[in-house]
């Protein structure tokens, strides 16, 4: 018998056209897809980094409540007005902030709505900032260990001077009020 090499035979380059032919810009689906997957990932692993920060601690009106977090980011605003969660200026204490002779970093920031209050910043009494306009972009001040901070209120633009200090060797975030006039004081301790 004689082969028909005419028109039953097919060469594997026309099966690949006909299988492109079935589903039209396939390519282009794949790639849309795999686009869409990797911006579907990215926005999920920011949302959890956003949501979980503070609220390991609970809600924004709980964690300012408490006075003090270990989950909170520095410069992280928790409010979108002047809102304190009814808190009170008070004083506090720092522990295992540094190495004892040392110096640490104090972070502070606006945790509410910014507004640019104006505080000053002595430490064991003398002045390191005389003014220093607090927003939600965190300021970083080397303190020694041990020492006393003092936060006095300088400018209230609105709404009371509200206030966020970190201390970053401890993770620990302190949250503050104070007014014009008025004084905080936070007594850093060595690391055991």
């Not at 990932?41 to 924004?60: E, P, Q």
């Not at 006393?148 to 509200?162: A, F, H």
């Amino acid at each position: 018998m004689k082969e028909n090499k005419g028109k039953y035979h097919f060469s594997p380059v026309d099966e690949i056209q006909q299988e492109t032919e079935l589903v039209p810009h396939q390519s282009q689906i794949k790639k849309s897809i795999l686009n869409v997957s990797v911006v579907c990932c990215v926005i999920a692993i920011l949302t959890s980094f956003l949501v979980t920060s503070f609220l390991d601690d609970g809600s924004a009106e709980e964690v300012v409540a408490n006075r003090i977090s270990t989950s909170t980011s520095a410069g992280e605003s928790l409010f979108m007005n002047e809102t304190y969660a009814n808190i009170e200026a008070r004083d506090f204490e720092v522990s295992n902030a540094g190495p004892d002779g040392g110096n640490t970093r104090m972070l502070i920031w606006d945790f509410n709505l910014e507004d640019f209050d104006e505080v000053a910043i002595l430490v064991d009494g003398v002045s390191v900032k005389e003014k220093l306009i607090i927003s939600s972009n965190a300021a970083s001040i080397s303190i020694p260990v041990p020492s006393t901070i003092t936060i006095s209120g300088v400018k209230d633009n609105g709404g009371g001077i509200s206030y966020a200090v970190k201390f970053p060797n401890n993770k620990t975030t302190y949250f503050n009020t104070v007014t014009v006039g008025q004084l905080n004081n936070y007594t850093v301790l060595p690391s055991i």
